[in-house]
């Protein structure tokens, strides 16, 4: 009795285990992304020679440029500035519920009470940076400009680099007072 290639195939789906088969897709798709990664790395090789950017390692490490991997465009620095712009944008928004706490979420409000002014300045001059590169953006998705593009890549990372170290205080402040108590009438809003 001969069988044929579709029994074959159905036998040997049957008899396969299902660990296996999951395996063998895991490492098709780890390969492909490794591949495509590279292809990213390269691709972005040269435009960083074109616009003299930032090393990809660096930029991914801060800006998870990475999941660039599972985009396809024709407009890579775009791509690549528009990551940059979604973390800034997290931090702008975290921020402002400090400079503008009437919607903020209750525990901002806790955290506020417990900040010494120079805290309250930090978080305030990180906001007004933030909020003139947002600005920057608006003007950037206009009109596609290469070299504008490249020009905020460049100077965010830069102003990035600079700005960490001020968040990275204003964090450990908030972690230090998180626990803190404001003495008051004791109150609250589940009376």
Not at 133 to 151: F, H, P, S, T
Request: aromatic share 10%; net charge positive; proline share 2%.
């Amino acid at each position: 009795m001969r069988i044929s290639i579709v029994e074959k195939e159905i036998h040997n789906r049957q008899h396969t285990k299902p660990n296996k088969i999951k395996k063998m897709t895991e490492d098709k798709k780890e390969s492909k992304n490794k591949e495509s990664l590279e292809e990213l790395k390269k691709e972005y090789s040269e435009i960083k020679k074109e616009h003299n950017l930032p090393d990809f390692n660096h930029l991914n490490e801060n800006f998870y440029l990475e999941k660039l991997v599972d985009i396809e465009t024709d407009f890579l620095l775009r791509e690549v500035r528009k990551m940059i712009a979604d973390k800034m944008i997290n931090y702008l928004k975290f921020f402002e519920a400090f400079m503008n706490p009437s919607t903020a979420p209750v525990f901002i409000h806790s955290i506020m009470k417990t900040l010494d002014n120079d805290s309250k300045e930090k978080i305030k001059k990180v906001y007004e940076r933030l909020s003139k590169r947002e600005v920057e953006l608006i003007d950037l998705d206009l009109i596609y400009d290469g070299k504008k593009e490249a020009d905020f890549i460049n100077g965010f990372t830069k102003e990035w680099n600079e700005m960490k170290k001020d968040l990275s205080g204003v964090v450990d402040i908030i972690n230090k007072n998180w626990n803190t108590k404001v003495k008051g009438n004791n109150k609250d809003y589940f009376g």
